[in-house]
Structure formats: C-alpha cells, structure tokens
C-alpha cells in the first residue's frame, strides 16, 4: 500500500499552504527521510520530508494550495503499484477530519447599559461595595 505524503499542520492558525517545489518528479524514487516537498504558508516556507521509501506519484502541481491534513502525494512501493496509481483519477484524501471553511463568529447582541437612579450604585468591579 502506498505511503501518503500530506500537508502537516505548521502553526497554529495555518489552514492551507502553497506547494512551492517538488524535490522529485513524478515516478522518480525517493528514500525515507529525504526532502520530497517545499510549501509555503503566509510566513514561512517548510520542507515536506518522505515518511517512507517509494516512487512518488504527484496528486497535487506546484502552485497550487492545498489544506492542512491533504494528501498532496503518494510513494508507491512497486512500479506496478505506480502504475495502478498513476490510472486511477486523483482524488482528495485527508490524513486527519477536515471541516469546511469556519464561518466566522457572530458577534454578540450588545447590551444596553444600565442606568442609575438617584441615589442607586452601579457595580462596576468585581469588588462588593
């Protein structure tokens, strides 16, 4: 079975990178260990090392973006499983759940402030008064 090669969570507010460089070409073969990938994300560029032995097989082009937990390649362990993999259509496959675009938080129904009456107090610490 082939080993996945997927975009690893780089910060903690990066949710997609940019696939700047392939280190290898499509079927070339490629050692454990070795820099396969170079991504980009707002502030840093990052090297993707291969998590095992294979010949690479290509799921995601230079340019283009890909979110954090996608598989973006695959190391097939034999040509004739490179083979097989290279008929098949690419399809998205996720190392870890992913969810849809957040949609941003809906701010809270602001509060009217209070008023005082003559002569009442306002709390406006934590303190008693």
């Known amino acids: 079975m082939a080993a996945y090669i997927a975009i690893p969570k780089l910060g903690q507010v ?5 696939l700047v460089e392939w280190k290898a070409r499509e079927g070339d073969w490629v050692e454990k260990g070795s820099i396969v990938l170079e991504v980009e994300t707002e502030k840093i560029k990052s090297d993707i090392e291969a998590e095992a032995s294979g010949f690479l097989h290509i799921l995601v082009e230079e340019g283009a973006t890909a979110l954090v937990g996608r598989v973006v390649g695959l190391l097939a362990e034999t040509k004739e499983e490179l083979a097989a ?3 098949e259509p690419p399809k998205e496959i996720f190392t870890t759940p992913h969810e849809a675009e957040e949609k941003p938080a809906q701010a809270a129904e602001a509060k009217p402030m209070a008023r005082a009456e003559a002569g009442e107090h306002i709390r406006i610490s934590p303190r008693s008064i």
């Open 14 to 18: 990066t949710t997609e990178v940019t």
């Open 85 to 87: 993999l290279q008929k």
